[in-house]
């Protein structure tokens, strides 16, 4: 692979006065990032080829085909595009003491993945390999309170991220996908997997795969992430001063999970709709 990026950006924060004790800060950020891949693929699984040679036996093609399967020479490149921003109302009541509330949104390009096991094997093209960019919004509240010898600092806040950049291990390959959310309830689609009983019957891969789309409803956020952060220092003696930092997040993805853009989760991902990160 011969990966290269160009990275181009416009940003700015300012700070309005509004009276004394308020003031407002306003940040915006513009960004263009295009992302070149080159690739030169081969491969010595021969039983990938003898397979891919033999149209009764395609079936048998992701599986064997996992590893250094296929064959690719060619370029592919893509161009993001993002704006992110922030805007804080502070206020001070006193010399000791400053509350807040601020609203940001965060923008992080996409790219291509450089493990091949995303290539279709039947049809490689380098597109198969491209990732879209992610998304987040975040409030925060929180006190920032000072003294003679001690400070602290208190903050509430609540995230979400959409277009959600996965990198995970399955056992055999690495998956790289955007995973986003269902307005409605999928009805289990995006927890089955490959022998799961069905009617009597275990799913086979392109069953277990083809459940659990959402084409046809609004796209929400994959996870949410909530909670509490404090810190908190002091000086009670000169040349001693003692910190004390704690943070409390409530993450977990959303129930109803779809990959990207609405596509069915991938069945090596069962067990992540619902599920709070190790």
């Not at 450089?114 to 597109?127: I, K, T």
């Not at 609004?218 to 943070?247: C, H, I, N, W, Y």
Request: one cysteine or more; aromatic letters at 8%; a negative charge.
């Amino acid at each position: 692979y011969d990966r290269g990026i160009t990275r181009f950006a416009l940003f700015t924060n300012n700070v309005w006065t509004i009276s004394p004790a308020l003031s407002l800060t306003g940040g915006l950020r513009w960004e263009q990032v295009k992302t070149r891949l080159d690739a030169t693929l081969l491969s010595d699984n021969s039983l990938c080829r003898a397979i891919l040679a033999s149209p009764a036996d395609a079936a048998a093609a992701p599986l064997a085909c996992a590893i250094n399967g296929v064959v690719l020479a060619g370029d592919e490149s893509v161009t993001d595009t993002g704006v992110s921003g922030t805007v804080v109302l502070s206020w001070r009541p006193s010399e000791a003491a400053m509350l807040y509330a601020s609203l940001a949104t965060g923008w992080k390009p996409g790219g291509f993945s450089l493990d091949r096991s995303g290539l279709d094997p039947l049809a490689p093209s380098l597109s198969q390999l491209r990732y879209l960019p992610e998304t987040s919004r975040a409030i925060e509240v929180g006190a920032k309170l000072t003294a003679a010898r001690a400070w602290a600092n208190i903050a509430l806040f609540h995230e979400r991220f959409s277009n959600l950049q996965l990198g995970a291990f399955d056992g055999a390959r690495y998956l790289v996908a955007n995973l986003g959310s269902c307005g409605r309830d999928l009805g289990g689609g995006n927890r089955d997997f490959a022998g799961l009983p069905v009617n009597g019957s275990p799913l086979t891969p392109a069953e277990a795969a083809a459940t659990g789309a959402c084409f046809d409803d609004a796209q929400g956020p994959a996870a949410t992430s909530r909670g509490v952060e404090v810190e908190a220092a002091m000086a009670p003696f000169k040349d001693v001063s003692l910190g004390l930092g704690l943070t409390y997040a409530d993450v977990g993805y959303d129930s109803q999970l779809t990959g990207t853009e609405g596509a069915p989760l991938s069945p090596a991902l069962f067990l992540l709709p619902g599920a709070r990160p190790a």
